[in-house]
């Protein structure tokens, strides 16, 4: 399937195979600042003999390589399911960055005070 050239020029600058789970919903260029905002796909994790049900979104960002000079910003919302019965909320897993990129600040502390068990 050919993408629209727009997009395929926008997936030179995201992870590899991020467009498999992610659309492309806003980019912007602020501040001299590249922002693109991905949203996960809804297809939710598949549990056998179990429905989920979209509960929420949670936003990750992403500093990234510059682009012509430029600092970008990815953010990944990511979708969460509830699955009747189950306490947790359930998500895919999807690597989101690559060597080289860090996370925001602000996440990676939520991480570290949550243990990692985001």
């Known amino acids: 399937m050919a993408l629209d050239p727009k997009l395929a020029a926008l997936a ?5 195979k991020a ?8 980019a912007t260029f602020e501040g001299g600042e590249v922002r693109l905002t991905l949203t ?11 429905t989920s049900v979209f509960h929420s979104y949670r936003e990750i960002m ?16 990511r ?14 897993d999807i690597p989101l960055v690559f060597p080289g990129t860090k996370l925001e600040s602000a996440f990676a502390s939520f991480l570290k005070a949550s243990g990692g068990d985001a």
């Open 19 to 26: 467009l498999d789970h992610f659309d492309i919903t806003d």
């Open 79 to 92: 979708r969460y399911w509830k699955v009747d019965g189950q306490k947790e909320l359930l998500t895919n």
């Open 40 to 50: 996960e796909k809804n297809t939710p994790p598949e549990i056998e003999g179990k």
């Open 62 to 77: 992403v500093s990234d390589f510059p682009i012509r000079g430029k600092p970008s910003v990815i953010t990944f919302k």
């Open 12 to 16: 030179l600058f995201l992870p590899e």
